[in-house]
């Protein structure tokens, strides 16, 4: 099987990439390359493309990549946004957040519902059990860009429920997007391992089964 793993360079995405890595051809992409270089050393069905998601040349650069990959899945992991009162934080880091968080998920999906990717079967985008269902002080344009992602799959699941289009949503997760002042690690809350979460991820995708928006704390 091929797999298109968007945001595999750590975190969720990484922890993904090391499951998939001995059973499939991968495409792995992410701005920074030098930890899947690491990871997949001179495994010959893995091909590794630097691509800045933030970026609508790039972007479209990076459709053209997946078209000729032809992948059977496409499971995006990137997400992100400034910390900080929405007022007080630069307009382009907002727009940064909602680019990542949301156009580029949007133009995936648009290119995989125009069946741009010929052989591929099923996308998965990665949103958050919080920040998508209730305000997320100090995370208002990630917020609003993971509240937009789900409105605009389950929409969209309603307009095509044949295609196998599906939103994965964890909890708080201990990786670099969590600083270490975040929120929830000062209050003491539940902080899930993306070692264990890549886990219930891979067996969630890969069952035929899988809810389409699958809530995991
Ligand atoms: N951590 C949490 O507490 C938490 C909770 C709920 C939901 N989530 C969601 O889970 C997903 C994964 O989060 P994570 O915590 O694993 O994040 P992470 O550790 O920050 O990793 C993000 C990945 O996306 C890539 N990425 C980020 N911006 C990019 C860009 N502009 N262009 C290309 N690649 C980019 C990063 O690689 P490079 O920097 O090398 O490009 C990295 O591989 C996100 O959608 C996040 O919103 C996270």
Redesign the pocket.
């Known amino acids: 099987m091929r797999i298109a793993l ?10 993904v990439a090391k499951l998939s890595l001995n059973f499939n051809e991968l495409l792995l ?5 030098e ?1 899947l270089q690491t990871l997949v050393e001179d495994k010959k069905n893995t091909e590794l493309y ?6 609508n040349s ?1 972007v479209l650069d990076l459709v053209k990549k997946i078209k000729q990959f032809q992948p059977h899945r496409i499971w ?5 946004g400034p910390f900080g009162n929405f007022g007080e934080k630069n307009w382009q880091d907002h727009q ?1 957040a909602w ?3 949301f156009l ?1 998920p949007a133009l995936l999906l648009h290119s995989f519902l125009k069946e741009n990717f010929l052989e591929c079967e099923q996308i998965v ?7 998508e269902d209730q305000a997320d002080p100090k995370a208002a344009s ?1 917020c609003s860009a ?1 509240h937009a992602l789900k409105g605009l799959i389950s929409t969209v699941n309603l307009e095509s429920n044949n295609k196998d289009i599906r939103l ?11 600083p270490p002042n ?1 929120y ?1 690690r000062q209050q003491g809350k539940k ?2 391992s ?1 070692t264990l979460v890549a886990d219930v991820f891979w067996n969630w995708a890969l069952n035929s089964d899988g809810e389409k928006h699958f809530r995991y704390s």
Not at 7 to 15: N, T, V
């Open positions: 968007l945001g595999a360079s750590r975190g969720l995405g990484y922890e992409s992410s701005r920074k390359l930890p630097s691509c800045d998601f933030s970026l790039a995006y992991f990137a997400g992100g940064w680019q990542v968080s580029t985008f990665v949103g958050s059990s919080v920040a990630y993971k994965f949503s964890p909890s708080y997760m201990d990786t670099k997007l969590l975040a929830p902080i899930l993306p």
